[in-house]
DNA sequence: TCCGTTCGGCGTATGACGTAAACAGTTTGC
DNA sequence: GCAAACTGTTTACGTCATACGCCGAACGGA
């Protein structure tokens, strides 16, 4: 009945088999992924190449096989590294508790814009990424929701995160200045097929540049709103 | 006061120019993302190489240079072709308007796995691209709601279809049984750490697979209610 | 009609990439 | 001390995106 734990993922939860012989190790998974975090925080994860980190660390290219199986192995530890700054103490009160995850969140993948580039595959599986989940769903867990729905919970909040990130750091990437995009899209768009969109730009409202926390704030409490009707008519009914 | 647009945007709005000298062209950029779609659909993004996309149309690699700038560019097209599958004709409610569209949204990324992993370069600029948002801003246009806030809105929705697509199709794409995860969490799991999410693990609830469409429909649902919230206090107040 | 210009497709070449395999040096257990 | 086990390195291979130069096709002007 034993579960096969990928060999990484392993590693990263402290299971290192003991040194027996051989030489000393003068590397470790952290120090790799601390490595390639600081690439890929100043060039993007494009520029994280093996030969790039094992540079990095004064080391040979294939030295860095040795502690991981590959270059997928390599982005799982860097998302495990990479993904500290979860606040100790959240606020009992659910929607407080939630909103705290999600400016965590959202603070984490401003720093590491890489993050959201990372091919994921698969659930959440490595100790700091299950230390996320354990804060929202312990955060929810007085919230009277049942287990599915407190999942749904998750999910969206994740979503919304991640997609007002992504986002916001796609404008900041394409070079683009502010008003850019509508001038772009003045110059292309049939003014017939795409009317209403016309019709948002004209109004100027795309150019003055509100404070994307703001923003980001809004529509969090939106999606909150939206959640506590749900907790309400599981309270009442 | 010119707007400087790309190339390859440019021939996707039909900006080609006229024919003048030099042999007739045996390609056209839609058949090259058409290529790339096919081998995307079948074998995943990863597949997609200049030479494979070439192979398919029976034609050397360099000849694409000619249509499309590089990869990045090629990646544009693709997306481009592949944004097909929106509705005509949408509900004139807000609400349900909306609810086709996330519907029309998440079929499109089942259809095309692939399309969550692209790279994006910067907000919507190709017709299609621009249908869609056309749809939904007309969607939101007689609801109430201010400018910012639609797009808000439309942001939240977005976000959602792409969330909950992203993880239904990673856990596919990860190979793993439906209970493999929670088998996995129980035995790496310091269960004083992870109590919360080790007590959700034991609910059962994770195991026994619900059908992910209702489970998306919930989801929009309780997102749906959170604006509706919005909507009507914009009416009232 | 003919020629020069222009352009489309192809072949070659380059440098970066991920990683398999063979090797050499070091530590340990016997 | 010797062999096994484990370290980091060197070399090598196949694939990738793509810069460059060539050839021949098609058209415009003469």
Known sequence: MDVEVPRTIGLLW????PGRRGPKRSLDVVRIGEAAIRIADKDGLGAVSMKRVAAELGVST??????VEGKDDLFVVMLEVGSGGLREKFSTDWRAAMEEWCRDYRALLFAHPWVLQVPLAGPPA??????????AVLGLEDSGLTVPERMQVLLQLNAYVRGDAALNLSLVDAG??????????????DPERYAAVLRVLE???FDKE???MEQFEFGLARILDGIELLVESRRKG
């Open 14 to 17: 402290g299971r290192d088999e």
């Open 62 to 67: 294939m030295a860095l096989y040795r502690y």
């Open 126 to 135: 490595t100790p700091r990424q299950l230390d996320w989940m354990e804060a």
């Open 176 to 189: 683009m200045s502010p008003d850019g995009w509508p001038r772009l899209i003045r110059e292309l768009a």
């Open 203 to 205: 109004t100027g409202e």
């Open 210 to 212: 509100d404070d994307p």
